[in-house]
C-alpha cells in the first residue's frame, strides 16, 4: 500500500452520512512516568445500528485504548472511513466525468472516554499490555506520520487462493490494518505484550494474477482507452446505491454475472485501475488469528 506526501482535502462532493469522528480531539502530551494500560477494542461493524448482526459473520472493526494511570482519563483511537465504507469500496459514475470518482480516504480518529459497553456487548476490551508516557508520545508521533502519509481506505484482500501460504497480490487497508501497526510500533518502542489471542477480519477476493491497466488519465483522458474505460464504467454500475428491492435484484444478478460467471472483477489500488481473473471462492470473509506482535530493532514504518 503506497504512501503519500500530503492528504488531499476531500471533495465536497463526498458526504458521509454519519459524520466522522465527530468528538475528535488532539492526542494529549502525556507525563514521562505516567503509566498508561492499553486495551484491544473491538466490536461488530455497525453495531451502533443493527446490534450484533455483522458480529454473526465475523465483520468486525478494531480499536485500541489507553487508560492513563496518572490522570485516570480513558482514550479511543480508531482508523475507518471518512465517508462509509461504501463509497471506499466502490465509486460514484458522476454525469458529464468520464472517470469513476472516488470518495475513498481513511483517516486516525482519537478521542477521550471509551465506551464500556460498546465495546463489551458484543465484542472485546481487554487488556494487552502497559506503557510509559515515553512510549505514548513518541507512538502519538508515529500515528500523525502514518496519517498523513496512509490516506486512502482498501476494503478487499485480493490473494491466490484460500491456502495460508497463498500469494497475496493485493493486502486491504482498513481499520485492522491500522491497529495492528499501531501495536508494532508500541513493541518496537519496548512494549510487552500479554499471551492474549487477537483475531481480525479479512474480506477476500481470489483471482489469478492481476492485470496492470493503467491510471485515471491513461484509461479515461483525452488519448485513454475507450472501450476499456466503458468495461470499467460498466462493471461499476451495478454497485451504486438502490431506490428499490427490485432494482437491487436486477443489478445483484448483473453482479453475479460478471464476477463469477465471467470471473471479471476491476480493482482501484493507490490510484491505478487493475483486472482480477476471478476464480473460486471468488469471495470469502475470514475471521483470522494474528498474534500480538514482538519488540524488534527496527523502527516500523518511519
Not at 486495551?39 to 487508560?67: C, N, S, T
Request: glycine share 6%; charged share 20%; aromatic share 18%.
Amino acid at each position: 500500500h503506497r504512501r503519500f506526501d500530503y492528504r488531499p482535502k476531500p471533495d465536497p462532493y463526498c458526504q458521509a452520512r454519519y459524520t466522522f469522528c465527530p468528538t475528535g480531539s488532539a492526542i494529549p502530551v502525556m507525563k514521562e512516568e505516567d503509566v498508561i494500560e492499553v486495551y484491544r477494542l473491538q466490536a461488530p461493524v455497525w453495531e451502533f445500528k443493527y446490534g450484533d448482526l455483522l458480529g454473526h459473520l465475523k465483520i468486525m472493526h478494531d480499536a485500541v485504548g489507553f487508560k492513563s494511570s496518572l490522570t485516570g482519563k480513558n482514550y479511543t483511537m480508531e482508523w475507518y472511513e471518512l465517508f462509509q465504507l461504501g463509497n471506499c469500496t466502490f465509486p460514484h459514475l458522476r454525469p458529464g466525468m468520464d472517470a469513476p470518482f472516488w470518495c475513498n480516504q481513511g483517516a486516525a480518529c482519537f478521542y477521550e472516554g471509551i465506551d464500556d459497553a460498546h465495546w463489551k456487548e458484543n465484542g472485546t476490551l481487554v487488556l494487552v499490555t502497559t506503557i510509559s508516557g515515553t512510549m505514548f508520545n513518541e507512538m502519538a508521533k508515529w500515528v500523525k506520520y502514518d496519517n498523513e502519509t496512509g490516506i486512502y481506505y482498501e476494503t478487499w484482500t485480493v490473494q491466490a487462493s484460500p491456502d495460508k501460504q497463498s500469494i497475496v497480490w493485493f493486502d486491504s487497508y482498513e481499520c485492522s490494518k491500522f491497529i495492528l501497526r499501531t501495536y508494532q510500533k508500541l513493541a518496537d518502542l519496548g512494549a510487552v505484550f500479554k499471551k492474549v489471542q487477537t483475531n481480525y477480519t479479512s474480506i477476500i477476493l481470489f483471482t489469478g494474477e492481476p492485470i496492470y491497466l493503467g491510471n485515471e488519465t491513461s484509461i479515461f483522458g483525452p488519448l485513454g482507452n475507450k472501450t476499456l474505460a466503458t468495461a470499467i464504467r460498466d462493471f461499476y454500475y451495478p454497485f451504486k446505491p438502490h431506490r428499490t428491492v427490485g432494482e437491487f435484484f436486477v443489478d445483484l444478478l448483473k453482479i453475479i454475472d460478471r464476477v463469477i460467471l465471467n470471473h471479471q472483477f476491476y480493482l482501484f489500488y493507490n490510484l491505478e485501475y487493475w483486472f482480477l481473473p476471478m476464480k473460486f471462492p471468488y469471495l470469502k470473509i475470514i475471521y483470522e488469528e494474528v498474534p500480538l506482535p514482538t519488540g524488534s530493532k527496527t523502527c516500523f514504518g518511519v
